[in-house]
């Protein structure tokens, strides 16, 4: 078996692998058959063992618990937690295997992790910015919610205003063309022409109390439901649970 073949079975045997972790195995084994020179090809394959065997160490290292904190150096594949040798350096007798030796954590301080303790200082200092801020808190808070409250009344009070005075003119109008028309009526046969002004006026009047009527209409069952809808959602508010994100 020549570099060419170990190289093609080795990229066959590693394709369900992600496509940059298979991509970095390879390169790694090339460029070491490339630092051990063509001369040393043999000797090389005969040191890795076979690709089945150099396969299954690259995936078993792959799979361990830290292996998204390992890489492929210069001295094999390394991860914090342990020293990894995913090939030997030529001249060597040894397979390449996936041994790990343990790091001196007592000595060297690495792989050790120390759980953050709470500072007692830091929650003091918390609790009295939360009573320090109370007094402004407190009157912030009332100012804000009186506030929108205030607005909430006042649009309410509008629209409210607005229907009051759209179904008072459209009343207003339907008054005055009935009021022409009965004119009109009386007055037909002595003034025909100011009879036919009359009932014309009249029939404007009509008109626009129609229009007056239909945003009467409008107002309450658009814009008083959309109000009422508003101030529920912004009452229930601080009561509705917020989604969690996961």
């Known amino acids: 078996m020549n570099r060419a073949e170990f190289m093609q079975q080795l990229g066959a045997l590693l394709g369900d692998l992600p496509i940059n972790e298979r991509t970095e195995a390879l390169k790694y084994y090339a460029d070491y058959f490339d630092d051990a020179g063509s001369e040393n090809e043999e000797q090389v394959i005969k040191e890795l063992g076979s690709p089945q065997e150099v396969a299954g160490i690259i995936k078993a290292e792959l799979n361990a618990k830290d292996k998204e904190s390992g890489e ?4 094999g594949y ?4 342990y020293t990894t040798t995913a090939a030997p350096a030529a001249g060597q ?7 790990y030796t343990a790091n001196d954590n007592a000595q060297s301080g690495q792989g050790t992790y120390t759980p953050k303790q709470n500072s007692a200082g830091k929650t003091a200092l918390i609790v009295v910015l ?3 801020l109370i007094p402004v808190g407190i009157p912030f808070a009332i100012a804000v919610v009186s506030t929108v409250f205030s607005l909430i009344i006042a649009i309410f009070s509008t629209i409210f205003g607005l229907i009051i005075g759209c179904a008072a ?14 004119i009109a009526f009386f007055n037909i046969a002595g003034m025909p022409l100011v009879s036919l002004v009359l ?5 404007l009047t009509a008109a626009l109390g129609i229009l007056f009527m239909l945003l009467t209409v409008l107002l309450c069952g658009k814009a008083l439901p959309a109000i009422f809808k508003g101030i529920v959602y912004v009452c229930g508010y601080p009561f509705r649970k917020k989604e969690v994100v996961v």
């Open 169 to 182: 003119v459209t009343l207003a109008l339907f008054t005055v063309a009935i009021i022409l028309i009965i």
């Open 72 to 75: 492929f150096t210069e001295k």
């Open 130 to 132: 939360c009573i320090l």
């Open 78 to 81: 390394k991860n914090p937690a």
């Open 93 to 99: 007798n040894n397979r390449a295997n996936s041994s």
């Open 199 to 203: 009932i014309g006026a009249a029939l």
